[in-house]
């Protein structure tokens, strides 16, 4: 195993049309190695395409229970329905999972739209869907600060395999290529997630309901850049994918 490794993975796949032609241009022009699908998604079947038509491209699955068609629009509503038994979430998410295995897409990894897992029962449900379905690697979206916290996470996902660190939150929306050249180089050893949102933005996210849109393009722009391939080759990190650390 390299000392530095990274995971590019691009959430949203899925979402629109013009978002998944970003996350293949950032894939097949940049740094980006790995996808994770929405089965809710409007733009499912132009993905799941576009995975056939890129096999190198790592796909999983971005489980979503909140701010999609039929689902609670806001994280607090997803709470509150949670708490009123509204939701049969392990249901909900395994229906998703077998869509995509359905066409034909046999998924690396899991994590959630808008990081719902830190949802203890959430998290529980995704843990469970991980050993089902054996798709081992689970985002674990942050390393708390907080000991008993970060203790709490790991003990949940025991069962899952997480990368050692992760990156992006912070950033989404709002880096370019400089900032994100600044993030490769300075990566500890060991194997590092790094989240993102890119995508072209043309009419169809435009009308679409989220709050990413024109950083989109400029994470697509940042992705692709000569700066951040020299940050990868100076820093000598190497890029991989999930499938490869089996």
Not at 4 to 9: D, F
Not at 50 to 67: F, I, K, Q, T, Y
Not at 226 to 243: D, F, K, N
């Amino acid at each position: 195993m390299p000392l530095k490794y990274l995971i590019v993975n691009a959430d949203d796949f899925g979402f629109t049309r013009d978002v998944n032609e970003g996350i293949v241009h950032a894939h097949r022009n940049g740094i980006l190695t790995a996808t994770t699908l929405m089965a809710t998604g409007p733009a499912f079947e132009h993905a799941v395409s576009l995975a056939r038509d890129n096999p190198e491209l790592d796909v999983g699955v971005h489980l979503v229970l909140v701010g999609s068609a039929g689902f609670p629009p806001t994280v607090p509503r997803l709470v509150a329905s949670v708490a009123l038994g509204q939701i049969k979430i392990y249901d909900q998410l395994a229906r998703q999972v077998e869509r995509i295995l359905k066409a034909g897409i046999r998924p690396t990894h899991l994590d959630t739209h808008k990081h719902t897992h830190l949802l203890p029962p959430v998290l529980n449900a995704v843990a469970r869907i991980s050993g089902d379905f054996r798709i081992p690697w689970v985002r674990k979206p942050l390393h708390v600060p907080v000991p008993l916290a970060d203790r709490w996470l790991d003990r949940k996902l025991s069962g899952c395999r997480t990368t050692d660190y992760f990156a992006g939150f912070e950033m989404t929306g709002r880096y370019d290529a400089a900032q994100l050249a600044a993030l490769i180089r300075g990566l500890p050893d060991g194997v590092t997630e790094f989240m993102c949102h890119p995508g072209f933005c043309t009419a169809e996210l435009q009308a679409a309901r989220t709050r990413l849109k024109d950083s989109r393009q400029r994470e697509v722009d940042a992705l692709t850049s000569p700066e951040a391939r020299a940050a990868i080759q100076e820093s000598h990190v190497t890029l991989g994918r999930y499938r490869e650390l089996a």
